[in-house]
């Protein structure tokens, strides 16, 4: 029988595990716990000072008994306002309140999150160390960001020296959180070009070359606004790698993400003769060691 003490137990351990890292690192937004225990289908992240609770999909009749212990369990680990979100397909759990938007430093770089509105936050933070090495290799490339949400990446790219990005979603929403991201960091708007567009469109139109694409499909998306149909990453992501192998010059680097759980490389893409290098395990953080991220490769073109 599911005892609560052992998960009020790994939720003290996991703190304690975490902590030094967090102080060392000046960790504003990680994640404490991610479904551990199969009882207690939560995804638990500190943002900043409030705890954010996702409900996950459970076979539960009451999930309140559980939820309200986590809140007491969570406010003794730290102070701050319990959130509660709900991420399963039937909705019948709201949010608990409305969390206000707030500005997250990260890697000294300033992001606004809204940990409510929306289902995501504007901030994958299983991205953290990929962000930190698109920068580390951004000095006077040209970047191009596919499917760039709230332009997180982006910000990272141009902090680190790029000689311009250039980052494509389909969404109007996004592109304006973009754009206040890249002006909470005070970049000169000559670094860096947002444009609400179909990637894949972008793609086939494109005769610009860039050095570094970085590239991160949703595993599904079929929108009003995309006029191509469908877009599922095992079927098209072949596809749209080899559209951005053409855009990338020669000794360029396409770094290629998805957290699509079943998605298989080789299976959507001729891997023969390509220079790939699988960067997940490199680029995973404290926070999602031994848990689901997202993975990463890094193709380079050489012709
Ligand atoms: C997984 S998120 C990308 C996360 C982002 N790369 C990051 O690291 O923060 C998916 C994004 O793809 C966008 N999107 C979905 N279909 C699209 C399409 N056909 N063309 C352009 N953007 C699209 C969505 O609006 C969303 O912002």
């Not at 680029?283 to 993975?295: A, I, M, N, T, Y």
Request: aromatic share 12%.
């Amino acid at each position: 029988m599911f005892e609560l003490k052992e998960f009020e137990n790994r939720l003290e351990k996991r703190w304690r595990h975490l902590q030094k890292w967090v102080k060392k690192n000046d960790v504003e937004y990680f994640r404490l716990y991610d479904r551990d225990i199969h009882q207690a289908p939560l995804i638990i992240d500190r943002l900043k000072d409030c705890w954010l609770v996702w409900v996950c999909e459970h076979d539960s009749e009451d999930m309140n008994p559980l939820l309200m212990l986590t809140a007491d369990r969570l406010k003794e680990l730290a102070i701050g306002e319990v959130f509660i979100k709900d991420r399963t397909k039937d909705k019948r759990l709201k949010i608990t309140s409305e969390c206000p938007d707030k500005i997250i430093t990260e890697g000294g770089l300033k992001f606004k999150v809204k940990p409510t509105q929306y289902l995501d936050t504007g901030l994958f933070i299983d991205h953290r160390l990929l962000r930190e090495y698109i920068r580390s290799i951004s000095k006077g490339k040209r970047v191009l960001n596919l499917f760039s949400y709230t332009g997180s990446v982006s910000c990272y790219a141009i902090a680190g020296g790029a000689a311009f990005t250039r980052s494509v979603d389909i969404s109007p929403v996004y592109s304006e959180w973009h754009q206040e991201n890249c002006e909470l960091n005070m970049f000169d708007p000559n670094t860096y070009g947002i444009l609400t567009r179909d990637c894949r469109k972008f793609l086939w139109e494109s005769k610009e070359q860039f050095d570094i694409i970085f590239c991160d499909p949703p595993s599904f998306s079929q929108t009003k606004r995309n006029h191509l149909g469908h877009f599922q990453v095992q079927e098209h992501g072949g596809e749209l790698i080899e559209q951005c192998l053409k855009r990338l010059c020669n000794g360029g680097q396409l770094i290629f993400s998805t957290n699509f759980r079943k998605f298989k490389l080789e299976k959507a893409f001729n891997i023969n003769g390509q220079k790939i290098k699988e960067l997940t395990n490199q680029l995973c953080s404290k926070d999602f060691e031994g848990k689901w991220g997202s993975r990463c490769w890094e193709i380079k073109r050489s012709n």
